[in-house]
């Protein structure tokens, strides 16, 4: 990625952390985390790689999903709207586990070591 793409990326990634935030009340959404974007070269395209945190009686997976993406047609509007750029990229939501996967990770490490401790 070059330095204006990868400047794009965080403002694009900070703007929508905001919008999560601040402006998007679909509780699906809520416990939604960021972890990284890629712009394309051309910069119409957004993807947009999140986590969440599965809470006990918190939306699923998959209802979060399709609450990002139905919100992708709001953000890319308030993209234009905040972002000094030509034409907003048109963005799109994908799901990234490495989260989930790391505190699973962790929690295997947790265990081995209780383990060896008996």
């Given at each position: 990625?070059?330095?204006?793409?990868?400047?794009v990326?965080?403002?694009?990634?900070?703007?929508?952390?905001r919008?999560?935030r601040?402006e998007?009340?679909?509780?699906?959404?809520r416990?939604?985390?960021?972890?990284?974007?890629?712009?394309?070269?051309?910069?119409?395209?957004?993807?947009?790689?999140w986590s969440?945190?599965?809470?006990e009686?918190?939306?699923?997976l998959?209802?979060?999903?399709?609450a990002?993406e139905?919100?992708?047609?709001?953000?890319?509007?308030?993209?234009?709207?905040?972002?000094?750029?030509?034409?907003?990229p048109?963005?799109?939501f994908?799901?990234?586990?490495?989260?989930a996967?790391?505190?699973?990770?962790?929690g295997?490490?947790?265990?081995?070591?209780e383990d060896d401790?008996?």
């Amino acid at each position: 990625m070059s330095r204006r793409t990868e400047r794009v990326a965080e403002e694009v990634r900070a703007e929508i952390a905001r919008l999560l935030r601040e402006e998007i009340t679909d509780p699906r959404i809520r416990l939604v985390t960021l972890t990284r974007v890629d712009v394309a070269p051309d910069l119409a395209r957004a993807d947009v790689f999140w986590s969440m945190v599965e809470a006990e009686g918190g939306p699923a997976l998959d209802d979060t999903e399709r609450a990002l993406e139905r919100a992708s047609g709001f953000v890319r509007h308030r993209l234009a709207e905040a972002l000094p750029l030509r034409r907003a990229p048109s963005v799109h939501f994908h799901h990234d586990p490495s989260l989930a996967l790391g505190a699973e990770t962790l929690g295997l490490l947790r265990s081995l070591r209780e383990d060896d401790e008996r």
